[in-house]
């Protein structure tokens, strides 16, 4: 198989689809990789090792769109990628459609099939190519909220860790899963004082016997949430549907119960957000205020960490990557009932029932799009 991998395009997104150690994979066992030039430059991968890997490097976008029969990017295709996608041309990379009704709309009318890095699952429930992505954004949360708390980014100029005399920060983290869980020990480890939430008591269970008494554990509800929201000085959400959109946990009327300048860290904003103020932002300029409540919504958080985060996404991302070429899409799907809960999108149907869900488009099953 001709595997393509673009330079990213979306703002200030330095991390790539392949790193050199996986293209070198691809091509020892048979498959040629075309990268664009200068694509792995941000996370610190020349051309030169990508050649040494045995690649062949194309100058643009679109020389490496038409060759490819599988595009393997990081992101979701931007407006001018997804009008080079053609029917039967695999697309392997995080999709996030059911908050985007015109990219969902463009990877339909193009006939390609795409293959969502988030929905994919495994044996335990788990979802492992979003996995190594929600533990980078979790670990950075606090520390972009610690940033958005300081007073010259109009935060409330608060500490995490205060100082003797002067008492921490009070951090509330929405969801206790591996976004929440990272979120949480690096906020306890910078000295604030943390509360997780979530609705599910065996996961509750779970983080108090790995963590003891490095945060607190309240069941979520309601009321409980609007108490906690309305102390703390910092909120980081970190509620997950996969392939849904993000549940709307926090709405603009307890923005008024906040502290002026505290500040609200939606990791979820990939999804929508799970803030009701929440919209998307860029790491060029990733905070706006509403209501005097400052917001950091970074659409592709580990993209300031590209190094670390295209390594770990290409560590997991690999394996699939090598089923798809080496089997075909429709093999390597019917082989791996895991693999195929990453399809969304195939000739021209939806192929996954909780984005068709959130934009009201019907869905064809994934069962059915792989005897089309």
């Not at 029969?69 to 392997?92: D, S």
């Not at 610690?146 to 010259?152: E, P, S, Y």
């Not at 549940?247 to 906040?258: H, I």
């Amino acid at each position: 198989m001709i595997i393509g991998c673009p330079a990213e395009i979306k703002p200030q997104e330095f991390r790539v689809g392949l790193t050199p150690n996986a293209a070198q994979e691809a091509v020892r066992h048979g498959h040629a990789v075309l990268m664009q030039r200068g694509a792995g430059a941000g996370a610190g991968f020349d051309d030169s090792a990508y050649v040494a890997a045995g690649a062949t490097i194309l100058d643009t976008a679109e020389e490496v769109f038409a060759q490819a029969e599988m595009i393997v990017k990081v992101k979701e295709p931007q407006a001018p990628e997804r009008a080079m996608l053609r029917e039967g041309q695999v697309l392997f990379t995080y999709l996030h459609l059911a908050p985007d009704p015109a990219q969902t709309r463009d990877l339909l009318a193009s006939g390609c099939t795409a293959i969502a890095y988030e929905t994919v699952t495994d044996a335990q429930g788990g979802l492992p190519l979003l996995a190594p992505m929600s533990e980078v954004a979790g670990k950075l949360a606090p520390q972009m909220g610690a940033w958005t708390l300081q007073k010259a980014n109009g935060g409330r100029g608060v500490l995490m860790g205060g100082v003797p005399g002067v008492g921490p920060a009070e951090v509330v983290v929405i969801g206790g899963g591996v976004v929440g869980a990272h979120a949480a020990r690096i906020a306890a480890g910078m000295g604030a004082e943390v509360t997780v939430l979530d609705r599910s008591l065996p996961r509750l269970r779970s983080l108090d016997d790995v963590f003891g008494r490095v945060f607190r554990t309240r069941f979520s509800s309601a009321a409980a949430t609007a108490e906690l929201v309305a102390r703390a000085d910092m909120v980081i959400g970190a509620v997950l549907i996969p392939g849904a959109a993000a549940p709307k946990l926090v709405t603009r009327a307890q923005l008024s119960e906040m502290k002026p300048g505290a500040a609200i860290v939606d990791v979820a904003i990939d999804q929508g957000g799970c803030f009701e103020t929440s919209r998307p932002t860029t790491h060029q300029d990733p905070i706006y205020a509403v209501d005097g409540i400052m917001h950091y919504c970074v659409a592709n958080m580990p993209g300031a960490v590209a190094r670390t985060s295209t390594i770990a996404l290409s560590n997991a991302t690999m394996p699939y990557m090598l089923a798809l070429a080496d089997k075909g899409w429709r093999q390597a799907c019917e082989d791996d009932p895991h693999l195929l809960d990453g399809l969304n999108v195939h000739a021209g149907h939806l192929t996954y029932y909780a984005v068709g869900k959130a934009l009201g488009i019907d869905v064809l099953s994934p069962g059915l799009a792989l005897k089309q």
